[in-house]
C-alpha cells in the first residue's frame, strides 16, 4: 500500500478556468481552499504565498479567495508551511484551519495532532489538510543554479517550472521552455528528502499530484471521512470536472511505480544510514 | 477485533463482539506494572492501511467502568503552575477525564490532601530545588509511590527557565541551584513544552488511562502511543534549540518543514536557507522543537492511524458521534 489508504481516486481539474489558468496541474489545491472558503468550512489555509524573491514561496494564511490565488503554482523549494499552523489558530483565530503541504508536511502536521506537546489550539482545529505529492525538494540556491546556470533561464523571466517524464522544464515570459534531464537535478536535492518514506501524501484528507493523468489534469486521492465529505460537497456543487481514473493513462500504475521507486531507495538510503560509520550509524526517526 | 474498535468500545460503551469485555481487576493500591514495550522495532514503512470504522459513534457516558479510574495525582515542584493550568484547560474535557477515567488523589491546587498518596500516575510540573529538603522528599516519595513518572512540562523534563536561576529571590534567596527530576528520580515519560499543550495532556491521560485499565490491545497501542515519550525521558535531562542542529540538521534529516518554528514558545527559531536557526539568546531550552520535529521521532505504527485515534480521543471526551 505504497499509496496509502484512500477512499476514492480520481481525475480531476477545477471547473473554474479563471483558477486553471495559472494552476500547477488541475487546480485541485486552490479550487478546493476556494470552495471549502466560500462555504465556510475552512476560515482560511496556509499557503506558500509569494515570497522577496521569484520562486520562493513564504508561507502565509490565506483568509481570501485572492489570496488563494496568489499562492497557486508550484515552486520547487521549502517553504516550511507548518511554521505558520500556530499563527493560524492563535494569532488570525481561526477555528477552522485549511493546510496544503507536502507529505513531510502532512506528516508533521498529523504528529502536531497526535503529540501536540507545542501545538496547543490546533489539533482540534484542522478543518481540511490538502497534500501534494512529492518526489523530492531543492533549497532555493540549488533551485537558482538548476534554473540560470543549467537552464540558463533567470529567474525574474520564469514564469513557470515543472517536473515531468523525466525533465526539468523552466517556462519563460517569452513562451520559451527550457529542459534538463532531471538525472542533473538530483545533487541539488535537500538531503532531509532521502529519508522520505510518503510519495503521495498519505496522511492528508485530500492529496493530489499531475502524475497518473494527462496535462492539466490531476490525480486526486480522497483519503478520510473529512475529505470524503468535502470532496463529494465540491462535486455536487459542480466545482470539479471528472474523469475515471482507471480510462485515463498512464493512470495509477504510474504512480504506483514512482511510489514504489521513491520509497525503495529511500529505505535504502536508511539502511545506510545505519552503517555510516565504523561501528556508528546515523539517527533513523522511524526506530 | 481491532484495536481500535476495542478502544472506541471502551468509549463509547457499545460491545458489538461478544468476547470483547475483560474483567477489570482494579488493585487497591498500585502494583507496579509492566510497562509493555511495542513489540520489534517496526520496519520504518508502515503504510497507512487502517480501516476506519464507519458506524455511528454512541457516547454512552453512564455505561464505562466508572469503578476502574486510574489514580492520578499532579505533584508541583519549582514551576509556575502553567502547565497545571494547561490541564485544566480542558475544561469539560477536565470534567470529562475527571468523571469517567482518572480520580485526582493528589494535587496542591486543587485537591485537599496534604501527603503525597499511591497512585497509578505521578504528574510532575517543576523542577527539584536541591536547596530545599522539601522538594528533594517530596519528588522521592512521588517516584516511590506512583506507578508512572511523568514529567509533566519543560521544568520537569530538562529545567527550561529554571536552568537561568542563580538565587537570591524573595523570600527563599538561597533557593539557587534546581534540577530537572530526571536528574534525581527515574523518569518513565516526558510531556515537554513550556507549557504542554491541553491537548497533549488530554491525549497522554486517555493513554495512561488505556495502558493501565484497558484490554491486552489497548494496552499495545497505549503503549506503541506512549513509547517515544518513555524515548526521550530516557534520552537525557538536556535540551536546547541546538537539538535540531545536532540531532536533526546535522544528521541529515531536516527537511525544512517548519513545525519546530511554530512550537517554539518563545519565537527563538526563524527559517534560514530552509533550515531552522535558533536564536540561542532567547532560547529557554525547553526542548519542545525538539520533540515536536517529524524528524526526532516518527512512528508510522501510530501516527498513521491518526483519523481513528482523533476519533476515539473525542469520543472519550464525549464529542464524538456527529
Ligand atoms: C517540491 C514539490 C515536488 C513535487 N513533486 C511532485 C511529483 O513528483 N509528482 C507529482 O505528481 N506532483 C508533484 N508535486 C505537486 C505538483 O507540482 C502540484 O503542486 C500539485 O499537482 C498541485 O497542483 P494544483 O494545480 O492542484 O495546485 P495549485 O492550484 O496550483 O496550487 C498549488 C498549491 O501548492 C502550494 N505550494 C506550492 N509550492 C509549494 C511548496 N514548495 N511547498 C508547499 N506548498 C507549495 C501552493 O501554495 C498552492 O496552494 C510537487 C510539488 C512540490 C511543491
Ligand atoms: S521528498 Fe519528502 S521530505 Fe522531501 S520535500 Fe518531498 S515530502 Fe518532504
Ligand atoms: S521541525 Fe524538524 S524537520 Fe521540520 S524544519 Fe524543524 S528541524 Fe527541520
Ligand atoms: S528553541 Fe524554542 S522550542 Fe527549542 S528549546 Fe529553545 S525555547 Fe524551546
Known sequence: MVLGSYKTAICARAADPGILAKSQDGGIVTQLFAFALEEGIIDGAVVAGPGDEPFKPEPIVATTVAELLEARGTRYTICPNMSMIKEATRTYGLDKVGIVGTPCQIQALRKAQLYPMGMRSVPDKIALAVGIFCMENFPYQGLETMVEDLCNVKMESAVKMDIGKGKFSVYTERGAVSQIPLKLTHKFEQGGCHVCLDYVANLADVSTGSVGTPDGWSTVFVRTKVGEDVWGRAIGAGYFETKDIADVKPGLDLVTKLANEKISKNQKTLEERATFGVNKGLRNPYL | ?322
Open chain 2, 1 to 322: 477485533m481491532g484495536l481500535l474498535s476495542y478502544l472506541k468500545e471502551i468509549f463509547t460503551g457499545k460491545q458489538d463482539a461478544p468476547e470483547a469485555p475483560v474483567a477489570p481487576a482494579a488493585p487497591a493500591a498500585p502494583t507496579k506494572v509492566e510497562v509493555p514495550q511495542p513489540a520489534e522495532a517496526k520496519p520504518a514503512q508502515t503504510p497507512a492501511d487502517v480501516k476506519v470504522e464507519q458506524k455511528p459513534e454512541e457516547t454512552k457516558m453512564e455505561e464505562l467502568p466508572v469503578a476502574d479510574k486510574i489514580t492520578i495525582g499532579h505533584v508541583h515542584m519549582s514551576g509556575c503552575t502553567g502547565c497545571l493550568v494547561s490541564l485544566a484547560d480542558n475544561y469539560e474535557g477536565l470534567f470529562a477525564l475527571l468523571d469517567n477515567y482518572a480520580d485526582l488523589v493528589y494535587c496542591l491546587t486543587l485537591a485537599d490532601v496534604r501527603d503525597i498518596p499511591k497512585m497509578d500516575v505521578a504528574l510532575v510540573e517543576g523542577s527539584v530545588c536541591i536547596n530545599d529538603h522539601h522538594s528533594v522528599e517530596d519528588i522521592k516519595k512521588a517516584r516511590e509511590n506512583a506507578t508512572i513518572v511523568v514529567a509533566l512540562g519543560a521544568c520537569a523534563a530538562y529545567g527550561n527557565v529554571t536552568r537561568f536561576a542563580r538565587g537570591g529571590q524573595w523570600n527563599q534567596p538561597q533557593h539557587e541551584s534546581y534540577l530537572p527530576i530526571g536528574d534525581l528520580i527515574d523518569v518513565d515519560l516526558y510531556l515537554p513544552a513550556c507549557p504542554p499543550s491541553k491537548e497533549s495532556i488530554r491525549n497522554v491521560a486517555v493513554m495512561a488511562y488505556l495502558l493501565l485499565k484497558g484490554t491486552d490491545e489497548q494496552k499495545e497501542l497505549a503503549a506503541a502511543y506512549l513509547k517515544p515519550l518513555m524515548d526521550l525521558a530516557a534520552r537525557g535531562v538536556e535540551a536546547c534549540g541546538c537539538d535540531l542542529m545536532v540531532d536533526v540538521i546535522n544528521q541529515g534529516l531536516c527537511m525544512g518543514c517548519g513545525t519546530c518554528v511554530a512550537a517554539c514558545p518563545v519565537r527563538a527559531i526563524d527559517m534560514v536557507y530552509g533550515k531552522p536557526n535558533i536564536d540561542r539568546e532567547m532560547c529557554i531550552k525547553c526542548g519542545v522543537c525538539y520533540a515536536q520535529c517529524p524528524r526526532s521521532f516518527f512512528n508510522f505504527d501510530v501516527i498513521n492511524q491518526f483519523e481513528a485515534i482523533g476519533e476515539a480521543i473525542d469520543a472519550a471526551m464525549g464529542k464524538g458521534g456527529e
